[in-house]
């Protein structure tokens, strides 16, 4: 008698853990780099959604000098209309000087592109959803006018961060 009623809690707690952990997988297919990006170096292509001519577009160009700063081990662009959105990964001993190399790089990108507006961080939360945008416009599940929005809120949610 007692060992019916010590397995019924177990059979129970067993049965809704693999209800809960079915229920929530997606099969990987949704957001596949971005699921990864926190551990591993992603480096995404840069996101242009400002129609520019093949010669004017700077974001692979800010991709690269940004990638030559020492302390950061991964970069993601997004390029807009107006403003060019730099989200960056810091190097795990370098991350008690994350101010100091977001002024760096803003210096920086500043100094050599002068008639761009730059917004610059270090969240990851901003890189993972520059990646996610990415993503999704690579999967052609979005339209130009949802990446605009999202870009938007990216660039909202940096605002409200600091």
Known sequence: MFILYTKKPFILIIFAFIFLTSCSYDGGKEHEKSDTAL????????????????????????RKDVSKVDEIYDVAVLEGDKQI??????KHLNRFRMKSIEKKI???????????????????????????????????????????????KIIKLKKEMT
């Open 85 to 90: 959105v730099v989200a960056y990964k810091v």
């Open 39 to 62: 551990f591993k170096t992603t480096k995404p292509a840069p996101v242009e959604l400002k129609k520019r001519e093949e010669k004017d577009s700077i974001a692979y160009q800010v």
């Open 106 to 152: 803003t210096d920086k990108l500043n100094k050599k592109y002068p008639g761009d507006d730059f917004i610059v961080s270090s969240d990851y939360k901003i890189f993972l959803e520059t990646v996610r945008l990415k993503e999704d416009l690579d999967g052609a599940n979005m339209s130009n006018e949802e990446a605009e929005k999202r870009f938007k």
